[in-house]
């Protein structure tokens, strides 16, 4: 017979083997490696913490009772897996985009970061668990009892007093050592997970065992077991139809809303295609579960007495045939059910009371300031650990208080109906847009107060806390406010009952509700995004910037996230926005990531209520209103889906028009640059068919006449020819195909040169030069410089309006560059035309004679290909221009 | 005394070919080769018909065709603008600002002396 304190060894080995596991995944997280930790096997091994210590034993207790009742269990988490799971992917979608600690976290952040909400949903969690986590430790005394009956030593036994609470203790110290290592409760807890999947894989392989022992042991096979069963009163169908249905619907919804499934199913998820493995595989582990629940059932009540609890039967029928080594697997199952389930609520539990209760008004009391000074870090990972201590402790306590009677064995589903509270205001919120906050108030409250009066009270049995009076007679004498037959719904089971109405007042409630409250713009935005999580990229209407210190930010953000994390992820998103540094402007993208970010450490609502302390004004912008106020879900979906690609498509469109402006200009340049040239070849033109169909026509002309037209049309042929060689001069030095041919020669020179080709013509202009200072050794395009001076020339010829017309040319060196400056002695360029001389077909005055104001024009492009430059210089008493040339051409030459 | 045409245009060459012409068939051409003073030139004139050009110096002929039209003693008389922008955009902006007859450089001798002829017909 296995002592009781070989049963302590091995449980401590066992645990000593949990907390290896769990160490070694997470070391092997930390590295980074350990794929297999982020497998969809171990997801769905996870989500066996459904089957607790309660199906463990209690499946075939409830068998032995009441026959196939307890399939339920498992065919609503089944139906869930199989049919619902468009909505488990949709929770595990929208608990990644918004970085959702929990399901309070969930229902809270869908209604606008309602904290009210948050802490009315952890509130009923704890109360809906507590019982729960009592149950775990009951379970877990009642086996070792189990052992101790058995044993030889009863002395030896432990009180059960003592079992639970040393077992509480200890799951307390696994739970904080793992579950509180990570602030972050979005960063998954990759040790407990793995310690969690291990658990799962002993609880079968125990059950399994123990069933194949049954049938092949103790029945002697398949068709003995069957005929064993076939005698029993298991076969017996002897459960109505409301209660088969109403229990599956109940177990299903409490798949969805028990905060321990939920941190499994939605935080603990590491990729949302586990889902798929998961939705068959978890179906498979659950039928494999309830395989043998049947026959171990119909062999214990065959073979063991009377007075043995069939809730023990697993363990019982393998200690009573002497198998000690299947005996303590057997117990190995049980506890590993019990201890899973406990470390899992504990955590998720915690997170919430951490979260919506301790944080909020420890942040309330120490107000803003403390965001900033206090070790907000180290604060909620105390009210962390602390939580779980104490919500271990409550199961312990409620343990304690109920004595661990029967009372106890139908807590299970009593904690179902309670968390099924939450279905209609969670299903609602990622389905609905009109659902409200006040709507899932509502609901929550009167499904819970319902929940609370019609089955929670009575099941401490029967005048331990609602007295006989009420349940016979009704709160206040009322006879339909009998706590198990409200509105006269007599007759009925009192676990449907309680759902029935529950639910349905609930429901009601949430809709009715949700139709008559207006919802605020921040509870629709959230619920865009919940709703139509698929569509959007993951943001939320959030802070408007530009008020919000950066640096506070950042010091609060070390204080939660942690110094090395907190800066990385400021410098990323400085980066992101192209700056250096780790302050980011802060800007409405980078505080809602922000509030994310934090949200995974202590919640949605705490987040945006830190952050709002910080950033401080409306937590809504105008453009979130303006949004709001668009009554066409479709349009804001649409817009929110698009507001990324559109921003995109702003900067492109406006590069776009500059472009198009640009292009829009030089079009019209060319428009008026075709327009001036067509002009100035028209005029020409104009003349010389005048004249020439005048020679032509006329035969009365007299010589002198004749010869007159004949030199105007000679005139004006040459002058569109000089227009064309202009043009075409100009548009080779414009188009930059110009090659510079460089040769060397003093200035000199080439002055003499341009003087000369300028000279003839009308009028007389004297030309002042100082030689002594052109003696200078130019190395350039020489032909083309002598073509700048050559028009400078000729311009004063043409245009210098003094009687005795005069140009003075000086020349003088200023470091590298060479200056020649052309002076005339007339009137000059008026200081409003001075700007555009060099434009094209600008002429000043009403001269014609024969330019078509390109000259200017191939001067300033001649230069500018000769690295110089020519300017008009004001001030100088006639038109004075300066032509300025860089003489590293000429060093670089010599 | 024949009738009288003023000539707005500041092209020399054009301006004595255009005489030539219109002497020839017996008008008296005026002409005014600048664009500031030549409505002023127009009041003190009162030609049968006005010949303008579109690029004028000081003035653009538009405007001055504008400011004619405006003016209740000038508004009926015939003018014929000539332009060297042969673009259908100075076409428009000619009628818009009222022009008899609208003509585009280079001209036939035959055509102008026609369209003159037939403004003051008209």
Same mark, same amino acid.
């Given at each position: 017979?296995?002592?009781?304190?070989?049963?302590?060894? &091995?449980?401590?080995?066992?645990?000593?083997?949990?907390f290896?596991?769990?160490?070694?995944?997470?070391?092997?997280?930390?590295r980074?490696?350990?794929k297999w930790?982020? %497998?969809?096997?171990?997801?769905?091994?996870?989500l066996?913490?459904?089957?607790?210590?309660?199906?463990?034993?209690?499946?075939?207790?409830?068998?032995?009772?009441?026959?196939?009742?307890?399939?339920?269990?498992?065919?609503?988490p089944?139906?869930?897996m199989?049919?619902w799971?468009?909505?488990?992917?949709k929770?595990?979608?929208?608990?990644?985009?918004?970085?959702?600690t929990s399901i309070?976290?969930?229902?809270?952040?869908?209604?606008?970061?309602?904290?009210?909400?948050?802490?009315?949903?952890?509130?009923?969690?704890?109360v809906?668990?507590?019982?729960?986590?009592?149950?775990?430790?009951q379970?877990v005394?009642?086996?070792?009892?189990a052992?101790?009956?058995?044993?030889?030593?009863?002395a030896?036994?432990?009180?059960?007093?003592?079992?639970?609470?040393?077992?509480?203790?200890?799951?307390?110290?696994?739970t904080?050592?793992?579950?509180?290592r990570?602030l972050?409760?979005?960063?998954?807890?990759?040790?407990?997970v793995?310690?969690?999947?291990?658990?799962?894989?002993v609880?079968?392989?125990?059950?399994?065992a123990?069933?194949?022992f049954?049938v092949?042991?103790? $029945?002697?096979?398949?068709?003995?077991?069957?005929?064993?069963?076939?005698?029993?009163e298991?076969?017996?169908?002897n459960?109505?139809?409301?209660?088969?249905?109403?229990?599956?619907?109940?177990?299903?919804?409490?798949?969805?809303?028990l905060?321990?499934?939920?941190?499994?199913?939605?935080?603990?998820?590491?990729?949302e295609?586990?889902?798929?493995?998961?939705?068959?595989?978890?179906? $498979?582990?659950?039928?494999?579960?309830?395989?043998?629940v049947?026959?171990?059932a119909?062999?214990g009540?065959?073979?063991?007495?009377k007075?043995?609890?069939?809730?023990? =039967?697993?363990?019982?029928?393998?200690?009573?045939?002497g198998?000690?080594?299947?005996a303590?697997?057997?117990?190995?199952?049980?506890?590993?059910?019990?201890?899973?389930?406990?470390?899992?609520?504990?955590?998720?539990?915690s997170?919430?009371?951490?979260?919506?209760?301790?944080?909020?008004?420890?942040l309330?009391?120490?107000?803003?300031?403390? &965001?900033?000074?206090?070790?907000?870090?180290?604060?909620?990972?105390?009210?962390?650990?602390?939580?779980?201590?104490?919500?271990?402790?409550l199961?312990?306590?409620?343990?304690q208080?109920?004595?661990?009677?029967?009372a106890?064995?139908?807590i299970?589903?009593?904690?179902?109906?309670?968390?099924?509270?939450?279905?209609?205001a969670?299903?609602?919120?990622?389905?609905?847009?009109?659902?409200?906050r006040?709507?899932?108030?509502?609901?929550?409250?009167?499904?819970?107060?319902?929940?609370?009066?019609?089955?929670?009270?009575?099941?401490f049995?029967?005048?331990?806390?609602?007295s006989?009076?009420?349940?016979?007679?009704?709160?206040?004498?009322?006879?339909?406010?009998?706590?198990?037959?409200?509105?006269?719904?007599?007759?009925?089971?009192?676990?449907?009952?309680?759902?029935?109405?529950s639910?349905?007042?609930?429901?009601?409630?949430?809709?009715?509700?949700?139709?008559?409250s207006f919802?605020?713009?921040?509870?629709?935005?959230q619920g865009?995004?919940?709703?139509?999580?698929?569509?959007?990229?993951?943001?939320?209407?959030?802070?408007?910037?530009?008020?919000?210190q950066?640096?506070?930010l950042?010091?609060m953000?070390?204080?939660?996230?942690?110094?090395?994390?907190?800066? %990385?992820?400021?410098?990323?998103? !400085?980066?992101?926005?192209?700056?250096?540094?780790?302050?980011?402007?802060p800007?409405?993208?980078?505080?809602?990531?922000l509030?994310r970010e934090?949200?995974?450490?202590?919640?949605g609502?705490?987040?945006?209520?830190?952050?709002?302390?910080?950033?401080g004004?409306?937590?809504?912008s105008?453009?979130?209103?303006?949004?709001v106020?668009?009554?066409?879900?479709?349009?804001?979906?649409?817009?929110n889906?698009?507001?990324?690609? %559109?921003?995109?498509?702003?900067?492109?469109?406006?590069?776009?028009?500059?472009?198009?402006?640009?292009?829009?200009?030089? %079009?019209?340049?060319?428009?008026?640059?075709?327009?001036?040239?067509s002009?100035?070849?028209?005029?020409?033109?104009?003349?010389?068919?005048?004249?020439?169909?005048?020679?032509?026509?006329?035969?009365?002309?007299?010589?002198?006449?004749?010869?007159?037209?004949?030199?105007?049309?000679?005139?004006?042929?040459?002058?569109?020819?000089?227009?064309?060689?202009?043009?075409?001069?100009?548009s080779?030095?414009?188009?930059?195909?110009?090659?510079?041919?460089?040769?060397?020669?003093?200035?000199?020179?080439?002055?003499?040169?341009? !003087?000369?080709?300028?000279a003839?013509?009308s009028?007389?202009?004297?030309?002042?030069?100082?030689?002594g200072?052109?003696d200078?050794?130019?190395?350039?395009?020489l032909?083309?410089?002598?073509?700048?001076?050559?028009?400078?020339i000729?311009?004063?010829?043409?245009?210098?309006?003094a009687?005795?017309?005069?140009?003075?040319?000086?020349t003088?060196?200023?470091?590298?560059?060479?200056?020649?400056?052309?002076?005339?002695?007339?009137?000059?360029?008026?200081?409003?035309?001075q700007g555009?001389? =060099?434009e094209? =077909?600008?002429?000043?005055?009403?001269t014609k004679?024969?330019?078509?104001?390109?000259?200017?024009a191939?001067?300033?492009?001649?230069?500018?290909?000769?690295?110089?430059?020519?300017?008009?210089?004001?001030?100088?008493?006639?038109?004075a221009?300066?032509?300025?040339?860089?003489?590293?051409?000429?060093?670089?030459?010599? | 005394?024949?009738?009288?045409?003023l000539?707005?245009?500041?092209?020399?060459?054009?301006?004595?070919?255009?005489?030539?012409i219109?002497?020839?068939?017996?008008?008296?051409?005026k002409?005014?080769?600048n664009?500031v003073?030549?409505?002023d030139?127009?009041?003190?004139?009162?030609?049968?018909?006005?010949?303008?050009?579109?690029?004028?110096?000081?003035?653009?002929?538009?405007?001055?065709?504008t400011?004619i039209?405006?003016?209740?003693?000038?508004?009926?008389?015939?003018?014929?603008?000539?332009?060297a922008?042969?673009q259908?955009?100075?076409?428009?902006m000619?009628?818009r600002?009222g022009?008899s007859h609208?003509?585009?450089?280079?001209f036939?001798?035959?055509?102008?002396?026609?369209?003159?002829?037939?403004?003051?017909?008209?």
């Open positions: 017979m296995p002592t009781l304190n070989m049963l302590v060894l &091995v449980c401590l080995l066992y645990v000593v083997l949990l290896l596991v769990a160490f070694a995944a997470d070391r092997a997280a930390l980074g490696r350990g930790l982020r %497998s969809p096997i171990v997801y769905t091994l996870s066996s913490i459904y089957c607790t210590a309660w199906t463990f034993y209690g499946a075939v207790g409830f068998a032995a009772r009441s026959g196939l009742e307890f399939v339920t269990i498992y065919l609503g089944t139906l869930v199989i049919g799971w468009w909505v488990l992917r929770m595990v979608r929208v608990g990644q985009a918004q970085r959702i309070a976290d969930l229902i809270s952040s869908r209604y606008g970061k309602s904290n009210t909400l948050a802490v009315f949903v952890t509130l009923l969690a704890v809906g668990t507590t019982p729960y986590i009592a149950l775990q430790l379970s005394t009642l086996s070792f009892a052992f101790a009956e058995t044993g030889p030593d009863t030896q036994a432990m009180s059960r007093q003592a079992t639970a609470f040393w077992l509480a203790l200890g799951l307390a110290l696994f904080i050592l793992f579950g509180t990570n972050d409760a979005n960063e998954r807890h990759h040790g407990v793995m310690a969690i999947a291990l658990e799962a894989v609880k079968l392989f125990a059950l399994l123990v069933g194949v049954v092949w042991g103790l $029945a002697g096979g398949v068709s003995e077991t069957l005929a064993r069963i076939d005698a029993s298991i076969a017996e169908w459960v109505s139809g409301s209660r088969w249905i109403g229990l599956t619907a109940l177990s299903a919804a409490a798949f969805l809303c905060p321990r499934m939920f941190q499994v199913m939605v935080v603990e998820n590491e990729n295609d586990h889902l798929r493995t998961a939705a068959w595989a978890f179906p $498979a582990y659950l039928m494999l579960m309830s395989l043998f049947v026959p171990i119909a062999v009540l065959d073979l063991l007495p007075s043995t609890n069939p809730d023990l =039967f697993v363990l019982s029928l393998p200690l009573a045939e198998r000690e080594g299947l303590i697997l057997s117990f190995l199952g049980g506890f590993s059910s019990a201890t899973s389930m406990v470390i899992v609520a504990a955590i998720a539990l997170t919430m009371v951490s979260n919506h209760i301790v944080m909020p008004i420890w309330n009391m120490t107000g803003g300031n403390a &965001v900033i000074s206090g070790d907000v870090r180290q604060v909620a990972l105390l009210a962390r650990r602390l939580s779980i201590a104490g919500i271990v402790f199961g312990y306590l409620y343990f208080i109920s004595g661990g009677g029967t106890l064995a139908k299970g589903l009593v904690s179902f109906a309670g968390v099924a509270q939450f279905l209609p969670m299903i609602g919120g990622l389905f609905w847009r009109g659902a409200t006040t709507g899932a108030l509502a609901g929550l409250l009167i499904g819970s107060v319902v929940w609370l009066y019609s089955l929670f009270l009575p099941s049995g029967a005048s331990m806390v609602l006989e009076d009420i349940m016979q007679n009704g709160l206040l004498g009322l006879s339909w406010l009998r706590p198990q037959a409200l509105f006269g719904a007599e007759g009925m089971d009192p676990l449907v009952h309680a759902v029935m109405w639910m349905l007042l609930n429901t009601s409630g949430f809709i009715l509700f949700s139709l008559l919802p605020k713009p921040i509870e629709r935005l865009a995004q919940f709703v139509n999580v698929y569509d959007h990229s993951p943001t939320t209407g959030g802070w408007t910037g530009g008020l919000a950066t640096e506070d950042l010091i953000a070390q204080r939660i996230m942690g110094g090395s994390q907190a800066q %990385s992820f400021f410098a990323r998103a !400085a980066e992101r926005q192209g700056i250096g540094g780790y302050l980011p402007e800007s409405p993208d980078f505080l809602q990531a509030e934090l949200s995974g450490s202590v919640g609502a705490a987040a945006h209520a830190m952050v709002g302390q910080i950033v004004g409306a937590s809504v105008v453009e979130d209103l303006m949004a106020a668009d009554e066409t879900a479709q349009i804001m979906e649409y817009s889906r698009l507001e990324a690609k %559109s921003t995109e498509l702003t900067r492109t469109a406006r590069q776009l028009r500059e472009a198009n402006e640009k292009l829009t200009q030089l %079009s019209r340049q060319k428009d008026a640059f075709l327009s001036q040239v002009h100035e070849l028209r005029t020409p033109m104009t003349s010389i068919r005048a004249f020439s169909e005048i020679l032509r026509d006329s035969d009365a002309l007299k010589p002198a006449e004749s010869s007159k037209y004949a030199s105007v049309i000679h005139d004006e042929a040459i002058r569109l020819t000089r227009l064309l060689d202009d043009l075409l001069d100009l080779v030095l414009e188009s930059g195909q110009v090659s510079l041919n460089v040769q060397t020669g003093t200035l000199g020179d080439l002055l003499d040169r341009a !003087a000369a080709s300028a003839g013509g009028g007389d202009l004297e030309i002042r030069r100082k030689r200072d052109e200078i050794v130019l190395s350039t395009d032909d083309r410089l002598a073509q700048v001076f050559i028009n400078l000729a311009n004063a010829r043409k245009y210098c309006d009687n005795k017309p005069s140009l003075t040319i000086s003088r060196v200023a470091g590298d560059t060479l200056l020649v400056d052309f002076i005339d002695n007339g009137t000059g360029i008026p200081t409003d035309k555009v001389i =060099f094209k =077909f600008s002429r000043i005055g009403d004679a024969g330019g078509a104001g390109l000259g200017l191939i001067c300033r492009e001649i230069m500018a290909r000769l690295g110089g430059q020519v300017t008009y210089l004001p001030g100088q008493g006639g038109a221009f300066r032509v300025i040339l860089p003489l590293q051409e000429r060093l670089a030459a010599q | 005394m024949g009738r009288q045409v000539l707005i245009e500041d092209e020399p060459n054009i301006i004595e070919a255009i005489r030539f219109l002497s020839r068939d017996g008008w008296d051409v002409t005014h080769s664009g003073d030549a409505v030139a127009v009041r003190a004139r009162m030609p049968d018909v006005i010949i303008l050009d579109v690029m004028l110096p000081g003035k653009s002929g538009f405007d001055i065709l400011e039209r405006g003016d209740a003693a000038l508004a009926q008389m015939p003018v014929l603008m000539l332009t922008r042969g259908t955009k100075d076409r428009e000619a009628e600002a022009a609208y003509m585009t450089k280079p036939s001798n035959a055509e102008i002396l026609e369209t003159v002829r037939q403004l003051v017909v008209t």
